[in-house]
């Protein structure tokens, strides 16, 4: 199983993750409201890609274009989240449907009680099977009316969910847990589209489980054509992603995803460009080489929009 991230920054980070913080007021991966100063949502990972605890402010550092920047402040994020399982229903999946089901539950059962959770699937179109909600037996009858259909339209769906998601989120953390194999055949949507509205105010952070080729057809240690585009889809949004193998490799990936994913640091720091022109900001925030050397890595999202007025 590779659990692995890539940066325009900075190569070779195994695996990270940056939640959404947005609700309410729809603030989105980044708070912007006090602005130049922003407040990002980060996490901290070891070389498994599990939890660092403890970090303190003087470990990071924060790099914009041209600058080293000073980070100010950092705390821990407690708040719940809005979660959004998006499963590939298209037909290169095939018969691997009914697996990714099963995994789908056990995911669910670990997923913490008081976060709300929709879920949603694609082929030539996105469907809401259950739309954000705190009943869980919900989300699981609209997990069982899932059925294969023709057409693969990822970046299509993505970009429709983010939107609902924007728009219909009770919680200020919103992410999407997508599962399926990385391919896109039918989208209209360009990435570059898809990389401004993951980098809008209120957007969801996107987390992948990238299934092999064959999946549903094939249980041994296989290859993954899509990879190229699975990192396309998360170096911008700030997400993690999964390349497992096996069952037993997917099975480790949803036990240990959601303790994963909650436990979040918020970072404070002065941006490098105070103008309120709706430029787009470039930044990386990083371990210094202390941490670095003990191979734990944080990520965030790699840009933002600043404020337009």
């Known amino acids: 199983m590779h659990l692995r991230s890539r940066r325009v920054f900075a190569g070779g980070v195994q695996l990270a993750l940056v939640l959404a913080l947005a609700a309410g007021s729809a603030r989105g991966q980044v708070d912007l409201s006090a602005w130049p100063q922003v407040r990002m949502e980060v996490l901290a990972v070891d070389q498994d890609g599990l939890p660092v605890p403890g970090v303190t402010v003087d470990a990071l550092v924060a790099r914009g274009e041209r600058k080293q920047l000073a980070v100010n402040g950092l705390k821990p994020s407690t708040e719940p989240q809005s979660v959004c399982v998006l499963v590939d229903a298209s037909d290169s999946i095939g018969d691997g449907l009914a697996i ?12 913490p009680a008081d976060d709300e959770v929709c879920m949603a699937a694609f082929s030539s179109k996105l469907w809401i099977a259950q739309p954000l909600t705190e009943d869980r037996g919900a989300v699981l009858q ?47 949507a360009t990435t570059e589209q898809l990389k401004r509205e993951l980098e809008a105010e209120g957007s969801p952070v996107v987390h992948m489980i990238c299934l092999p080729v064959a999946f549903g057809r094939a249980r041994a240690k296989q290859y993954e054509p899509h990879e190229g585009t699975a990192f396309k889809l998360h170096e911008f949004s700030g997400g993690l992603t999964y390349f497992p193998h096996t069952i037993a490799d997917i099975d480790a ?57």
């Not at 900001?281 to 210094?288: A, N, S, T, V, Y």
């Open 100 to 111: 990714v089901q099963t995994k789908v539950r056990r995911l669910l059962r670990k997923l």
């Open 142 to 188: 609209a997990l069982a009316q899932m059925r294969p259909a023709a057409g693969t339209q990822l970046r299509d769906g993505l970009l429709e969910l983010s939107s609902y998601m924007r728009g219909a989120a009770r919680f200020r953390s919103r992410a999407i847990i997508l599962i399926g194999d990385g391919s896109d055949r039918h989208s209209t």
């Open 253 to 309: 990936i949803v036990d240990t995803l959601p303790e994963t994913i909650r436990n979040r640091y918020i970072v404070t720091y002065a941006a490098e460009n105070a103008a309120r022109d709706g430029h787009e900001e470039r930044i990386e925030i990083l371990f210094d080489k202390a941490h670095q050397s003990m191979k734990a890595r944080i990520q965030g999202p790699e840009g933002y929009y600043a404020p337009a007025k």
